[in-house]
């Protein structure tokens, strides 16, 4: 049986005493990941703590971190190992990304409840190229002057070669049935009336096989993840080690909560998506704009590069003046920059001055994109502009409005307004620079919350 967990584990934070000296910049990772609360626990602790630093001072690692496609896009969750990987590249190891094409087929019951719902090949396929490019743009938007190099591989190309009874037979002996019913992911299983599938409870050994693979291929020695992701970095340690005698190492990151205190990701529903087409550049700063004062510093150490003094200095700053949320508008800038580039925060930051300080010069600068992206909801139309088109034919055209009488009362009383600017007279001619904005749009709005988008062609 594998030692219990608690024996098993050393905390990092308190290897690294706040003034104790890193090793070497190929070290230093660890050291300041664990100062920031990135790093929590290293598996194995006997000897992991002590050697781990200075497996990293030797020489350039491979470390990698894997993400199952059980969706279309990577989330904030996911983000933070992203990060975890980022700052070992930053200081010249190597790191994989491993996208779970196979896994994410079978998936994990690791902080699970209940089995996950199957998921097509194809749709799985889909996923897959989705998270690939996304992975892709998080690390190419880095800075790439110094540093590792980055792979992104899918574990499906290792498995695509094998059979089921030539795996079992070469990969299934070196696995101890009492270690694998032993790990929490299975036990807590085995206790819920569903029980667990003999998928879900092969998955550690998959996982830990693709441990043992880049390993073998990559000279990979750690593996990142998830506290959830324990029983599995364990899994890859022991069969390792028990195979090739080599020291490998897993390193767990905290899981961020949602403010109710459950895990930040699919299954809880709760996710804040990276993907422009499920989360805006807008929304997702705002998400960060909003965290309450109890968050903001642990995340501006977890999800930003900014160095800790500075982060120190600007919660300074916050204790002197709470009401600017300079933490909190630092956070959100740091992080959408991260992930949608600048071009990503230029948006968002547009889309703010537009809806929360009704900034025209915001709204004429936005693309049809981002007016759609802000107004979600928003019908949006491509209509003609003919010459001598009224305030009211607009709103006609545009479904705005009712027909006959009462949309003509609507809007003489005051109720709709074109660009942030209230219109009156159902009779004024439309007027660019006024009505249309500079880039061709109308913005709509009838009463406090309905929106209405049109894309004016010219004739
Ligand atoms: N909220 C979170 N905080 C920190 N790490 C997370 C969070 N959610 C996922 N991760 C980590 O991201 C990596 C990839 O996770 P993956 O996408 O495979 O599953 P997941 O997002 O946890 O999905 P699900 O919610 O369906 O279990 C794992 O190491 C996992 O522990
Ligand atoms: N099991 C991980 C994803 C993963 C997949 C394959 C791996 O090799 C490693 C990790 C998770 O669900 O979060």
Redesign the pocket.
């Known amino acids: 049986m594998a030692a219990p967990i608690v024996h098993a584990l050393r905390s990092l934070s308190r290897l690294y005493r706040p003034h104790s000296r890193g090793l070497s910049r190929l070290s230093e990772p660890l050291e300041s990941g664990s100062r920031r609360g990135l790093f929590k626990d290293v598996f194995p602790a006997e000897s992991g703590p002590l050697q781990l630093p200075e497996l990293l001072s030797s020489g350039p690692q491979t470390v990698y ?4 496609p ?1 969706a279309d896009s ?5 983000l ?2 992203v990060i975890g990987l980022l700052h070992f590249q930053r200081a010249g190891h190597d790191v994989i990304a491993v996208v ?1 094409g196979a896994t994410a087929q079978i998936g ?1 019951p690791s ?2 409840s209940r089995e ?1 719902e199957p998921l097509s090949p194809e749709r799985v396929e889909e996923n897959v190229r989705s998270i690939r490019d996304s992975l892709q743009r998080l690390f190419s938007q880095q800075e790439a002057s110094a540093g590792g190099r980055v792979t992104v591989l899918d574990n499906a190309a290792w498995y695509r070669r094998r059979s089921v009874v030539e795996f079992l037979a070469s990969v299934g002996r070196h696995f101890r049935m009492g270690t694998l019913l032993g790990r929490h992911s299975v036990q807590s299983r085995l206790s819920a009336p569903e029980g667990m599938s003999l998928a879900e409870f092969t998955y550690q050994v998959f996982q830990a096989y693709d441990f043992y693979y880049l390993h073998q291929k990559h000279g990979c020695k750690i593996q ?3 506290t ?2 324990l029983g599995n970095l364990m899994s890859g340690h022991d069969f390792i080690q028990r195979t090739t005698g080599e020291a490998v190492f897993g390193i767990t ?5 949602s403010t109710s205190g459950d ?6 529903g709760n996710a804040v998506w990276l993907n422009r087409d499920r989360t805006s550049p807008f929304e997702f700063y705002q998400y960060f704009v909003r965290q309450p004062d109890g968050n903001v510093e642990r995340f501006l150490k977890l999800l930003t590069f900014l160095p800790l003094p500075e982060i120190a200095h600007i919660m300074d700053q916050h204790a002197k003046e709470p009401e600017k949320r300079i933490p909190h508008k630092r956070l959100a800038a740091e992080v959408t920059k991260l992930v949608h580039g600048k071009e990503g925060l230029e948006s968002a930051k547009r889309c703010t001055r537009a809806l929360y300080h009704s900034s025209i010069d915001a709204l004429a600068a936005m693309s049809d994109q981002e007016l759609q992206e802000l107004f979600q909801e928003a019908p949006f139309f491509e209509l003609v502009l003919e010459p001598g088109t009224r305030v009211l034919d607009a709103c006609l055209r545009a479904s705005a409005i009712p027909e006959g009488p009462r949309g003509f009362d609507i809007l003489s009383s005051g109720g709709v307004s074109f660009n942030l600017m209230r219109v009156t007279n159902p009779d004024e001619i439309l007027v660019v620079g006024q009505h249309i904005l500079t880039n061709g749009l109308s913005l709509i709005k009838v009463g406090k919350r309905n929106f209405y988008i049109v894309k004016w062609l010219q004739l």
């Open positions: 971190c894997g993400f199952d059980t990577l989330h904030v969750g996911n933070l190992a779970g994990d902080g699970r996950r990142l993840g998830g959830d992701q990151i905290p899981l961020i909560t895990k930040l990701g699919k299954t809880a």
